[in-house]
Structures are given as C-alpha cells and as structure tokens.
C-alpha cells in the first residue's frame, strides 16, 4: 500500500534494501516473534502465528493472537513507531479474514499497538475494511501477474523509500530533466 512500484520491485524484480525504517521494524518484530505464547489476564496470547486464505490468496503471520474464554479470538500488530495511514488497518483486516476461513468463525475486531504511543488502536473489520483489503489483494495480484513496474509516484514517499536508490523516482519520473541537466554538465566540462 506505500507504493505500487516499491511492491513491484520487491515482488517482481526481487530488489531488497534497508534502511533506518526496515531495520528498526525487524529488530522491533524480532522482539515481538521472539516472545513465548502466554496467559494474560485470562486470555492466551500466541505469538507469530502462521496464517493463511485459499480464498484470498494470501499467507502470512501474525505478531499476535488473543484466544479469549468467550470463543473470541483477536489479532493484534504491533508497530514501531505512531500511526501512519490505514495500510496497518488493512493489513489487520486481512489477517482476521485468514483466521476467519482457518477457523470458520466471525473475527469482527482487532488491535494495533503502537510503540511511540505504547498504546493499542481498536481496529473494528466493517464491511468498508474489508471492501478495501479485498480491493488492496486484488490490485497488488494484478500488478504481480502483469510483472509490470509501475510508475514511480515521485512525492515525499519516495524520502523515506527503503528503495529509492535502486528506484531512482526522478529519474525515471522525469527523464527529460534529466537529460537536460546532464547536457548542461556536458557544457560546463566542454
Ligand atoms: S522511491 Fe518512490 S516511487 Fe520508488 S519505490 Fe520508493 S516510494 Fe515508490
């Protein structure tokens, strides 16, 4: 959801580099994964949870699970850093429906921990969530079946990419910029 062409290189073109923002979530999430399964105020929490949907499409694991005496079962994400856009929401959402096929039971909420804040948003999985996972899992397929590379969006993203040196956005966004600031080079050298 950051950005069609970053999933593109990653899944298309295999391309992998980190930066402060990759390196500070896996060490985040290796913390998080390397937690034992354990009771917390009558509920048990199980960790790194592998998941998956034949109808979706989709295989992943969760950070978190709450299994809950009532029957009810939660997912939680944990996330290094605050609260950035809905991409944690649809993500969530994606994994109660992985767990709702798994276990053919409603999954109707879930929770986003923030480390910044060191506290959990109540995420609820409405019919609009769901419409729009569903609609983020349909369109990521599309581009990974066309193995096309989008466009680059070329906006303030592209500052924070983990992949903006093997993306080159205002290169590829703007090529005739380009080409005119190198004729200018040439001249100044000439
Ligand atoms: S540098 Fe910008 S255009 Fe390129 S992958 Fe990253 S966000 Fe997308």
Request: glycine content about 8%; overall charge neutral.
């Amino acid at each position: 959801m950051y950005c069609p062409r970053q999933c593109a290189l990653i899944h298309v073109e295999g391309l992998w580099d980190d930066n402060r923002h990759t390196v500070r979530g896996e060490h985040g999430h290796r913390r998080v994964d390397s937690g034992a399964d354990r009771t917390e105020r009558g509920h048990v929490v199980l960790r790194a949870v592998p998941l998956w949907s034949e109808r979706l499409g989709l295989t992943g694991r969760a950070d978190a699970i709450e299994m809950h005496p009532d029957g009810s079962v939660v997912p939680v994400e944990y996330k290094i850093g605050g609260r950035h856009g809905d991409a944690a929401s649809v993500q969530l959402c994606a994994q109660a429906m992985c767990l709702e096929e798994m276990l053919a039971r409603d999954v109707p909420v879930g929770f986003v921990w923030y480390s910044k804040t060191r506290r959990r948003d109540r995420i609820p999985f409405d019919t609009a969530l769901r419409q729009r996972t569903e609609a983020v899992i349909l369109e990521v397929r599309k581009n990974l079946e066309a193995q096309r590379l989008p466009p680059a969006v070329d906006d303030a993203r592209c500052t924070e990419c983990q992949l903006i040196d093997s993306c080159l956005p205002e290169v590829v966004a703007h090529p005739g910029r380009v080409a005119r600031h190198c004729a200018e080079l040439l001249r100044c050298g000439s």
